[in-house]
């Protein structure tokens, strides 16, 4: 079976400060991974995504994810989070060809002064 | 080129009335995907569509949900009849294909109100 599981509903980060939303998955088979940002009154935009090679990888504005088949964890980080960040932040798992794609619930993340 | 497109941005209907909502995929994609989003349930698949042909229908909304796709720039979401429950955003997205790693493209979504 595939899932995704974000466990944070909601994260509160000051500017400045460095972020990390986790998310775990589970799958059958190997999983491409991705994270989507959805900020407000808009669709879903893709930040990054990992299939295969460096478990480190880079997505716009400074976020990056890591891959971990032991943990079946892709947790995104950024270094320092700015105002604009403020979105709600999905993790996606696909798996398989001519699938489709499955959904966290989501983590909204509110950067405070 | 253009991204997904999806038309009305905003509608408010009444319990029992018919809604369509349209959505223009990116020119040269294949699958096309309707999803429900709401806070409780987040997002919900409702159909997804590879190259015309309806691959999903999203079990439970069968009932009064029903997604066309009559070519392959142009696709239909009708809720008939709409139940105040139904209030939601309804988000377009289209992929080139069918590869998992191809990217989802989504509309700005069409926002649902019922009463």
């Known amino acids: 079976a595939q899932s995704v599981t974000q466990p944070d509903a909601r994260v509160t980060v000051s500017e400045g400060a460095s972020l990390q939303l986790r998310c775990k998955y589970s799958s059958s088979g190997t999983p491409y991974l991705f994270w989507y940002v959805q900020y407000p009154r808009q669709g879903l935009q893709l930040l990054l995504k990992?299939?295969?090679?460096?478990?480190v990888v880079q997505g716009v504005n400074g976020f990056e994810a890591e891959f971990s088949k032991s943990n079946s964890s892709f947790h995104l980080r950024k270094a320092s989070v700015h105002w604009s960040d403020s979105a709600v932040y999905f993790c996606?798992?696909?798996?398989?060809?001519?699938?489709?794609?499955?959904f966290g619930t989501g983590t909204k993340l509110q950067v405070v002064p | 080129d253009a991204g997904v497109t999806q038309t009305p941005r905003h509608e408010v209907a009444e319990k029992g009335q018919t809604i369509i909502l349209k959505c223009e995929p990116v020119s040269g994609h294949n699958d096309l995907f309707w999803y429900r989003q709401t806070k409780i349930q987040g997002l919900e698949l409702l159909s997804y569509f590879r190259s015309k042909s309806l691959m999903e229908d999203g079990g439970a909304f069968k009932d009064r949900f029903k997604a066309e796709m009559l070519n392959s720039s142009f696709s239909t979401l009708k809720i008939q009849p709409t139940e105040p429950k139904d209030s939601a955003v309804y988000l377009c997205?289209?992929?080139?294909?069918?590869?998992?790693?191809?990217?989802?493209?989504f509309g700005e979504g069409s926002r649902l109100i019922v009463v």
């Open positions: 997205a289209s992929r080139l294909g069918t590869n998992s790693g191809n990217t989802l493209y």
């Open positions: 990992y299939y295969s090679g460096d478990p």
């Open positions: 996606v798992l696909s798996a398989g060809s001519g699938t489709y794609q499955r």
